[in-house]
């Protein structure tokens, strides 16, 4: 029976928005565990076995004195955010226009500089970038390697001199304490396709940049925040690409069952039964909105 409400959103975003939520919920509980970085390690992998080929963990002192600084510390960089609209043009946001997510005036190393440390990586690799709760994203060698200068270098940033205007506060100073978000995963953009002269990530650039099987939420609402990984643990080198689940958390390569330089390297963990339930929870608690729309 028609109750004669109309919903000023349509049933597609409502849908979306769901999925979003319970995604949010998912890295929430997920992230309970982790907390602010100091020390990476940096693991190539073999292709087919799995096994470790090289392997060097590094801490953020060690990163800035032996390998090029990445920003200076006064200038902000940006990442935008998901743009709610049922019209998936608009979604991508050509002109970057709105929700730019401001991640301060961040500094610190190149990924490319990182994977240098166990013998770099080739075209064909894939770079995956993890962090202590296990959610972890995965790059092509050439955005790694050899980024356009609208996405700009993958940093993992480990000081912030000046915290957002907006927005995630993410604390000033060096990780752990007084940048409680570090280390975490900035694209360095450069300036050249906002009108303002920012330096965002923006969708569009994402679109044009990345290949379409790693945009992040494509399906949904396109948001180059969801690559902002923070409390960065583990940077991978897959050779001939990551071949694991792309959805399910990762184990750390420095867990009981992966002391061995030579054993074969799990590729993903199952998500856990509790953060199932809490997916489902959020899910049965919005279908009665939706039969009331």
């Known amino acids: 029976m028609n109750s004669g409400y109309t919903s000023p959103l349509g049933?597609?975003?409502i849908c979306r928005i769901t999925v979003a939520v319970i995604v949010a919920a998912l890295l929430l509980c997920a992230g309970a565990a982790a907390g602010p970085t100091?020390?990476?390690?940096?693991?190539?992998?073999?292709?087919?076995?799995?096994?470790?080929?090289?392997?060097?963990?590094?801490?953020?002192?060690?990163?800035?004195e032996n390998l090029p600084v990445q920003g200076d510390g006064v200038t902000h960089y940006y990442h935008q955010g998901p743009v709610f609209s049922d019209d998936k043009e608009e979604a991508w946001d050509r002109?970057?226009?709105k929700n730019y997510k401001d991640h301060g005036a961040v500094m610190g190393t190149d990924i490319a500089d990182l994977c240098s440390l166990v013998g770099g990586a080739e075209p064909g690799d894939e770079i995956m970038v993890r962090s202590g709760d296990g959610y972890h994203v995965e790059f092509p060698y050439e955005n790694v390697c050899t980024p356009d200068p609208r996405q700009g270098p993958m940093v993992v940033t480990w000081y912030n001199g000046e915290d957002a205007v907006?927005?995630?506060?993410?604390?000033?100073?060096?990780t752990p304490e007084d940048y409680y978000s570090g280390m975490?995963?900035?694209?360095?953009?450069?300036?050249?396709?906002n009108a303002e002269g920012k330096h965002v990530y923006g969708n569009w650039d994402m679109h044009e940049?990345?290949?379409?099987?790693?945009?992040?939420f494509f399906d949904l609402m396109p948001s180059t925040n969801g690559y902002t990984a923070k409390w960065v643990s583990e940077v991978r080198i897959y050779e001939d690409g990551f071949t694991g689940d792309t959805s399910a958390?990762?184990?750390?390569?420095?867990?009981?069952?992966?002391?061995?330089?030579?054993?074969?390297?799990?590729?993903?963990?199952?998500?856990?039964?509790?953060?199932?339930?809490?997916?489902?929870?959020?899910?049965?608690?919005?279908?009665?909105?939706?039969?009331?729309i």
């Open 166 to 174: 907006s927005g995630e506060r993410a604390g000033v100073g060096y």
């Open 11 to 13: 049933r597609t975003t």
């Open 209 to 216: 940049t990345m290949p379409g099987m790693v945009h992040h």
């Open 249 to 292: 958390p990762v184990k750390s390569l420095q867990s009981e069952s992966a002391e061995s330089t030579t054993s074969a390297v799990p590729d993903a963990t199952p998500t856990p039964a509790p953060l199932v339930l809490i997916a489902a929870g959020f899910a049965l608690a919005l279908v009665p909105l939706r039969r009331r």
């Open 95 to 97: 002109n970057e226009t």
């Open 38 to 64: 100091t020390n990476i390690t940096v693991t190539k992998i073999a292709a087919g076995t799995g096994d470790i080929i090289a392997e060097k963990t590094v801490d953020y002192l060690w990163m800035q």
């Open 184 to 193: 975490r995963l900035v694209f360095f953009a450069d300036g050249s396709t």
